[in-house]
């Protein structure tokens, strides 16, 4: 593949391990993916050619575990995305809230940066079900409609008044907007390292943000890059 003129959204639909090298650089997949490599590592000082060598050593490297998400229909992905990252967001905002009320209660003193964590994450989470509603609600179920009607484009009926775009283009933004959020929660945690007087509470809760940041990534790739863009062009064919 040429690394260097593929823009960081591409490489990484193509195989989603690569996100692991962009992430350990600093580099945004999902919000921020459509960028060229070789632009997002001149404007970061980060040499190319060492991240174009990880990358070739990963694609040598055989995994059998990856999932080729970008060759799955539509409505199945839709599916996966729901049952898979929806219910993770659902089981977890309540669990997390929980230990990062508990840890800014009992260490804010000493550590005062846990009071916006909270507050952040809380506005994140608040968010997150507000848009995973109108994904469940409105986007998924008109994309089943459109695979349903893909062999009789005379039986579709449009209940959306205006184009699927803009839907998309507003989701897109409200993406940037928590993308933002866990990354100003990365940057007052150091990154969730665990201070060396932390107590289990105080381990769990970074631990447990940490895997909802990168579970949210993966969500929003799937999303931006592979499930919204291919949306809009089966929508253009039946209004074609």
């Known amino acids: 593949m040429d690394y260097q003129n593929s823009t960081i959204s591409e490489i990484v639909t193509r195989d989603f391990r690569t996100s692991e090298v962009f992430r350990n650089h600093g580099i945004d997949f999902c919000c921020g993916g459509q960028v060229a490599l070789d632009a997002v590592c001149r404007e970061k000082q980060i040499d190319l050619d060492r991240i174009t060598q990880e990358l070739d050593v990963l694609e040598q490297t055989k995994s059998g575990t990856v999932h080729n998400y970008n060759d799955w229909e539509l409505d199945f992905l839709a599916d996966f995305i729901l049952n898979t990252h929806h219910r993770y967001v659902k089981s977890e905002v309540p669990v997390l809230q929980t230990y990062l009320e508990k840890i800014a209660d009992v260490h804010g003193v000493n550590h005062p940066e846990l009071a916006e964590v909270k507050n952040l994450f809380f506005a994140s989470a608040d968010a997150l079900l507000r848009h995973m509603e109108k994904e469940e609600v409105i986007l998924f179920p008109y994309i089943k409609e459109l695979i349903q009607c893909r062999k009789k484009p005379e039986n579709f009926v449009n209940q959306i008044a205006e184009p699927i775009e803009h839907l998309l283009n507003e989701m897109m933004h409200e993406h940037v907007t928590e993308g933002d ?46 499930l919204f863009p291919k949306t809009i062009l089966l929508e253009k064919e039946f209004n074609a």
């Open 181 to 226: 959020r866990f990354r100003e929660m990365a940057e007052l945690t150091d990154n969730y390292t665990i201070p060396e007087e932390a107590c289990n509470t105080y381990l769990v809760a970074l631990r447990k943000l940490e895997a909802f940041e990168k579970d949210l990534h993966l969500h929003i790739h799937l999303e931006n890059n592979i």
